[in-house]
């Protein structure tokens, strides 16, 4: 079986920034071992699997895969695959995708970049000792916590994020010798640290060893995280974020209503044939 595949770098102007995901359009959904050993190969954050959406609700059904799960939600894998639909048919200004536990989410045409809307995910305040130490922090000026198992840590300074050197072993993991969290501390899927930005609003870095990524290069669902918290802290309902990884992305970020709408580009950087079996 041969299987069409296309990387694309999301919330990237150009090649080599930004986030990789891999996009693979199927006729059919293969068996969930299938699809996640498929992730594994392409060792990227996320490969996107879409079809077409025979429930008539979307236009694709939308699933993502880590190399060692699948994950409830991926920002920049949803972006990547609404530019591999809208890049392939210039009519087209919007693209609509069912998924299994985050809705429907659209990524729209914004000028030459996208708009990607999806579910605010307002964190709230909750001791977590065992994450900032694991980061290699003393304190945070706050905690937060979303059930979805994403942890927000907050900062002072930009200079604080990009100097961060996380423990990956412990990172998200719990301690039962924690006094705080105890034995029922939470294990976490992404760690968000984030302050005030320097050249942005807003800067951060994100963590997820536990889903087999020590650093994120720019994350989507974190700022679905993020947006809630930085609208009410800056009151306003938009402001400009940067992702301090390796590759580094920029977004503008949005809150409308109960949606976090994210602005960003993508790139096109490899177009091939998966074969499988």
Known sequence: ????????????????????????PLAAWLDDAVLQAIAAENNLSETAFILPDASGEANFELRWFTPTNEVVLCGHATLASGHFVLSSDPERDAVTFR???????????????????LPAWAPSPKPLPHIVAALGLDSAVETLWHPHRYALIVLEHADQIRALDPDFRRLGRPSGDDPQAGADAEVDVLTIVTAPGDDTDVISRVFAPGAGIDEDPVTGSAHAVMTPYWTARLG??????YQASARGGHLTCRL????????????TVMEGTFFLG
């Open 236 to 241: 306003r309902d938009r402001f400009t974020a």
């Open 1 to 24: 079986m041969r299987l069409p595949i296309v990387q694309i770098d999301a919330f990237a102007s150009e090649a080599f920034t930004g986030n990789p995901a891999a996009v693979m």
């Open 256 to 267: 409308d209503g109960e949606r976090v709408v994210l602005g960003g580009s993508c790139v």
């Open 99 to 117: 998924t299994r536990k985050a809705g429907i989410l659209t990524v729209t045409r914004a000028g030459d970049s996208y708009e990607l809307a």
